[in-house]
């Protein structure tokens, strides 16, 4: 057993203790040099998960390194490494600056051990610690009224959602006798079908629900991005809500061995209420970055039909359009927050800063933040070539063989809907890219600020890379799904 | 195996983007007219190499891209897609000619023109369905900028129309894509989007889709249909046409109608005409191709003769127009069936007269209302001249391409959809009207003194149209050039469909 599998998250869990540590000793100007070292050890990180092949479970087994965790990290670290390299201009003499990327790591961790948990605990921990971290840095712009709001809010829903998630597992182990998921597998698939253990599956999808925005569990999940820092809300909407994946990826596979599979209509009414829910309502937002929030709810809502037909490739789609997710939504919030740099150079005191009026024109007022804002808008709505697309026509595709393969019309039906709601999504994505691109600019023409290209591009050029050269990640996204032992 | 297509497809992508990156307006459109200008070398060396008495798909070449997916970058020519390459290698040169006086953002103006014939390139070039449905979406996105930042009063309505209109069919298309995939997958037992391949196995599809409502096959040869009568368009999907016409900048609606429109007339001759005999009830699919090909040709006529704009009447010319081409693939008769093909190139060619001159009266007129007009023939002479010539094209005038391409359409339809045919021909009456009624109204007669000042088109811009009209009679005389070509495909095609059919051939 070697513990170099897990050097990522020992790197960072000390990498966090030791920003606290620098920044109790250094003078606040110097606090800027943190947020490259956090960049430099996510990066670190990324690249030994990227490097280096292997399995292995620890610690009696509670936590486990295979394809599915290692992706699911992936999409991590990525996430939270586009997120400070932004945050490096975000928060530039920012005296808490230090706190700030401890968070940003161990909310990282705490994402990292939620991919790995093998075990009801482990992945307990691992959800609190990501969720804890990131209620403080959700509010981090303490003199932001919008910001408390939004870190309150995520706080008390977050709460709740931790302790239905916990009832039900402690459900699960009254029943079963045992936390690891395995093993509680293996002791569903001999024991009878009780009441108790369909109402564990209720609470566990409710706990996941919250976790994931899934409608109507999703009420947090506007308000919360809305008032978090834009970069904040970056980590939220791209990074930790795939927590509340990979967690049901693990999960509920136990439940479809425990409840029979009727749970899959409980998940093809979520998913289709919520894409439908996501997109209508996107339509009418005036901020951006509630339009992102309710898009990023109907892109849930999409992943979410993974779990209705559970087999190896819809779970890989899933993977897929969770990871494209992950960089096309990260970008596009860093966008947003470089449009806010932008309003703010012009005026100090302004508000709303991220109303769609302030995009009018940015196609000539920063070229390089539009130009990556349309790329991702087009991802998002699932125009080729892109992460997107990809990611959405691995998922549908895979609902359409079970449609045909099990001569399901209800299935096919959920196909089309899915495919409708992405031709709606156009219209409000659209509506944005009109105002960068056609309507003439309110302002000069601004300087874009280094870490926020560095962010931009790079997602960018993954989203496009992952568009135009999709099969290696395919390859590891169908060996991630492998994992779970389905068809 | 040759790389003259993706060489072609890769020398407009780098043109387009040259063009975003250049400063100034010279430099941009330069840069456009030298690309294009290359692709239509390209093209002439490829219609020289091409060899007419060949059947099958030639000058193909294939990459692999994702083989998990079975999905290859694989490109080829045959009878269908060979003309419509020289189509848009004439007609985006020709077009960035005409619009060489732009001076609104030149730079994204001349980069888009060029994305356009990247994605129609790839279009009707791609023989893997997935780079092909690629290629259909990106045609999309910089015909939707042309419109919202070059357009007319309501270009935001039309840009978003337009988008969502067509995304909504292709997406239905896509449906049906993944239908056809996914069936030759299971019965090959390994994945491959090649177009041929999963057309060939269309006809082991078997089962309802809903029970004694639909088959499988019927639906997804709905969804395909669907997906390409929409771009065509045909009545009664047509309504977003006129709004992206009217509001779309000359060039815009040169390209919208040359060569968009034509994408889906490609997708009848490459995909539908093959399954229709492997349908679950091809009569009833070519009675509703007829229905809708002749509602088309009828009501666009009629709506052409109500309008006041010239550009909106245009526009529901070419979707008259573009009924003969559903018309001619629903008769499954090979000189039908390449007859309609030689009305896309012709229809392509002659459009871009009638829309140019459009663009020409509102630049210099100010007004494209016919009835505000009259009498500009004093003071645009050249224009005239040239208009007139494209409006006689346009109404069927022997001796022009049109009247060809029209002629065997009706003539050979006759046989297998006689009503049909009769109906059609009470539109070439009404065609002829709007056409001449319209000159006669807008360019002839006595001058409206309220017009003020007017001037001839630019010298550029009439020597595009110049160019178009000498192709239009050029392949009015001597249609053989691409017609044989044409015929070389569209028989082998119509026989092994019509033979299983047993209709007369």
Redesign the interface.
């Known amino acids: 057993m070697s513990f170099i599998l897990l050097a990522p998250e020992i790197l960072l869990t000390v990498l966090a203790l030791a920003v606290i540590l620098i920044g109790l000793l250094v003078s606040d100007k110097s606090k800027n040099m943190i947020g490259y070292v956090s960049a430099i050890g996510l990066a670190a990180s990324l690249v030994m998960i990227l490097g280096k092949t292997g399995e292995g479970s620890f610690f009696y087994n509670a936590i486990v390194v295979d394809p599915l965790s290692q992706i699911f990290k992936i999409i991590f670290l990525v996430v939270s490494l586009l997120a400070v390299i932004a945050s490096i201009q975000y928060f530039k003499d920012n005296r808490n600056q230090d706190e700030y990327y401890a968070l940003i790591l161990l909310a990282t961790v705490g994402m990292m051990v939620v991919a790995s948990a093998n075990d009801l605990l482990s992945l307990f921990v691992g959800f609190e610690l990501a969720s804890m971290s990131t209620y403080v840095l959700a509010g981090f712009e303490k003199k932001n009224p919008a910001s408390l709001e939004a870190a309150l809010k995520y706080f008390i829903i977050g709460s709740l959602s931790s302790a239905l998630m916990l009832f039900g597992m402690s459900l699960v182990y009254g029943v079963s006798g045992s936390t690891n998921i395995p093993e509680i597998l293996a002791y569903f698939k001999t024991a009878q079908v009780s009441g108790i253990d369909v109402l564990a599956m209720v609470f566990l999808v409710a706990g996941f629900g919250f976790k994931m925005a899934l409608v109507p569990f999703h009420m947090w999940a506007p308000d919360t991005y809305e008032g978090s820092p834009s970069v904040v809300s970056s980590l939220l909407a791209a990074g930790s809500k795939k927590m509340g994946f990979v967690a049901a990826f693990r999960v509920l596979v136990l439940a479809l061995v425990a409840v029979r599979a009727d749970i899959q209509i409980v998940f093809a009414i979520l998913a289709v209420i919520t894409m439908t829910y996501g997109n209508v309502v996107a339509i009418s937002q005036k901020s951006i970055k509630r339009m992102l929030a309710y898009s990023s709810i109907a892109q849930a809502g999409y992943i979410a039909l993974a779990f209705v037909v559970m087999t190896q490739m819809s779970i890989a789609g899933g993977v897929l359009l969770a990871l494209g997710h992950a960089l096309m939504k990260g970008g596009a919030f860093i966008a947003v927050a470089v449009v806010g740099y932008m309003v703010l150079s012009d005026n100090k005191n302004a508000k709303n800063t991220d109303d769609i009026s302030n995009f009018a024109g940015l196609g000539k007022r920063a070229p390089i933040t539009a130009l990556s804002l349309f790329v991702f808008f087009?991802a998002l709505a699932g125009?080729?070539?892109s992460a997107g697309f990809i990611g959405k026509f691995v998922l549908?595709?895979s609902v359409?063989?079970e449609a045909?393969?099990t001569?399901s019309?209800w299935l096919?039906v959920i196909?089309?809907i899915a495919?409708?709601n992405?031709?709606?999504s156009?219209?409000y994505y659209?509506?944005v890219i009109?105002y960068m691109?056609?309507l003439p600019p309110e302002g000069e023409k601004i300087h874009e600020p280094l870490p926020y290209v560095i962010a931009l591009l790079l997602a960018v050029i993954g989203t496009i890379g992952i568009g135009l050269?999709?099969?290696p990640v395919?390859?590891m996204a169908?060996n991630a799904a492998s994992v779970l032992g389905v068809r | 195996m040759t790389a003259y297509i993706s060489l072609m497809i890769a020398i407009s992508l780098i043109g387009a983007l040259i063009a975003f990156l250049t400063k100034t307006r010279q430099q941009a459109r330069v840069v456009a007219l030298v690309s294009s200008g290359i692709s239509l070398l390209i093209s002439l060396i490829m219609l020289s190499r091409f060899d007419p008495s060949v059947t099958g798909i030639q000058l193909d070449e294939i990459h692999s891209?994702?083989?998990?997916?079975g999905i290859t970058l694989s490109f080829g020519v045959d009878g269908i897609g060979m003309p419509l390459v020289l189509l848009s290698c004439i007609v985006i040169p020709l077009t960035v000619i005409f619009a060489w006086g732009e001076t609104k953002e030149a730079n994204k103006f001349y980069g888009l023109i060029l994305l356009e014939l990247v994605g129609v390139l790839g279009v009707f070039t791609s023989l893997d369905f997935f780079v092909f449905?690629?290629f259909w979406?990106?045609v999309l996105?910089p015909m939707?900028?042309l419109i919202?930042?070059w357009g007319g009063p309501r270009?935001?309505y039309a840009?978003?129309k337009f988008?969502?209109y067509t995304?909504?069919a292709s997406?239905?298309m896509?449906?049906a894509i993944?239908?056809l995939?996914?069936?030759a997958w299971?019965i090959t037992g390994s994945p491959d989007f090649n177009m041929f391949h999963l057309l060939k196995n269309y006809s082991l599809l078997e089962?309802?889709?809903?029970t004694n409502v639909i088959t499988?096959k019927d639906a997804i040869f709905i969804g395909l249909l669907f997906g390409f009568i929409v771009k065509m368009p045909a009545v009664p999907f047509h309504t977003w046409l006129p709004d992206a016409h009217v509001e779309a900048p000359t060039a815009g609606s040169v390209i919208l109608a040359a060569l968009l429109l034509k994408m889906g007339g490609y997708g009848l001759f490459r995909v539908i005409v093959p399954l229709l005999p492997f349908s679950d009830s091809p009569g009833k699919m070519i009675t509703l191709m007829a229905i809708i090909g002749v509602l088309s040709i009828l009501y666009g006529t009629f709506l052409a003769l109500a309008q006041r704009d010239l550009k909106k009447m245009v526009a529901y010319s070419s979707i008259s127009h573009m009924g003969y081409v559903t018309l001619g693939a629903a008769a499954l008769v090979p000189l039908s069936v390449s007859g309609a093909m030689f009305q896309q190139f012709s229809h392509g060619l002659i459009t871009c007269v009638l829309f140019m001159s459009c663009g020409v009266i509102q630049h210099s007129a100010g007004t494209r209302i016919i009835g505000d007009l009259g009498g500009i023939a004093k003071h645009m002479p050249k224009l005239t001249f040239v208009m007139l010539a494209g409006f006689l094209a346009s109404l069927g005038l022997p001796g022009m391409s049109g009247f060809i391409a029209e002629l065997l359409v009706l003539l050979n339809s006759y046989a297998n959809l006689p009503t049909f045919v009769i109906l059609a021909l009470f539109g070439i009456v009404f065609t002829a009207g709007y056409h001449l009624w319209a000159m006669q109204r807008a360019v002839f007669g006595t001058f409206n003194e309220k017009l003020g000042h007017i001037h001839d088109g630019a010298n550029y811009e009439i020597a595009s149209m110049a160019v178009l009209v000498l192709l239009i009679i050029f392949f009015g005389l001597y249609p053989n050039p691409v017609l044989n070509m044409m015929t070389a495909t569209a028989t082998p095609l119509v026989r092994d469909a019509a033979g299983l059919l047993g209709v007369i051939v």
Not at chain 2, 207 to 210: A, D, M, S
Request: aromatic share 20%.
């Open positions: 087009l125009i080729p070539p549908f595709y359409t063989i045909v393969s001569a019309t096919l196909v089309i495919i409708l992405s031709a709606l156009i219209y659209a509506r009109r691109y056609v050269y999709p099969e395919i390859n169908m | 891209w994702i083989p998990s997916l449905y690629i979406e990106i996105i939707f900028f919202s930042i270009k935001d840009a978003i988008f969502i995304h909504i997406l239905v896509l449906l993944f239908a995939y996914f069936n299971q089962g309802w889709l809903i499988i």
